[in-house]
């Protein structure tokens, strides 16, 4: 055993691949968190005991309609998603936002302070709708490879949140699978 036993299970942090869940909530949870320990560790919670999470978290539930009565995934999909807009990596916009609301609620997010993406008020036209300036930013942050997605939860309001380009087929698969939809914002 001795010195070379000790070595052989230490791994260099450099070399690491982000660890990948098998279930696909919290794999999107995991992207869209940038692996946020705490947020990780309370959709765990939200996914393994559904009940429990939905009775500690009851008046979130029905402030937008759902009740334990809506499926097990429904309640996960709505948990999850809620716990990224507390935790500032997902915003929620109704669709008659105006466009400073839309501006606050967007450079508020985590993600977008995390990478310095620059948002001005000039590139914006108040009278546009969400899509809209869900295009332009798009369009703005293109070269940073960054983009503005959405969570659709079958209401009238916009669940934004910034990810990679690259990672947005993953995100899209991934609700998919588990029956729900991520897109870019510009397409909700």
């Avoid at 990596?89 to 669709?95: G, R």
């Avoid at 947005?168 to 870019?184: N, P, Q």
Wanted: aromatic letters at 12%; hydrophobic letters at 35%; proline letters at 4%.
């Amino acid at each position: 055993m001795g010195f070379f036993y000790g070595r052989q299970g230490k791994r260099n942090p450099d070399t690491q691949e982000e660890p990948h869940y098998h279930h696909p909530l919290l794999e999107i949870v995991r992207i869209v968190s940038s692996s946020n320990p705490e947020v990780l560790d309370s959709a765990r919670k939200c996914i393994k005991n559904t009940e429990k999470y939905y009775q500690k978290h009851r008046e979130d539930y029905e402030a937008r309609g759902i009740s334990f009565r809506n499926s097990p995934a429904a309640l996960q999909w709505i948990g999850c998603i809620d716990l990224l807009i507390h935790n500032q990596f997902a915003c929620e916009c109704d669709w008659s936002e105006e466009l400073s609301g839309f501006l606050w609620a967007v450079s508020d997010l985590k993600n977008v302070k995390r990478h310095s993406l620059e948002i001005e008020e000039n590139w914006f036209q108040p009278r546009e709708s969400i899509p809209q300036w869900c295009e332009i930013l798009d369009k703005k942050w293109e070269k940073s490879g960054y983009v503005i997605a959405a969570f659709d939860i079958n209401s009238d309001s916009y669940v934004m949140f910034l990810c990679q380009k690259k990672s947005l087929k993953k995100l899209k698969t991934l609700a998919e699978s588990f029956g729900f939809r991520i897109d870019l914002s510009m397409n909700m």
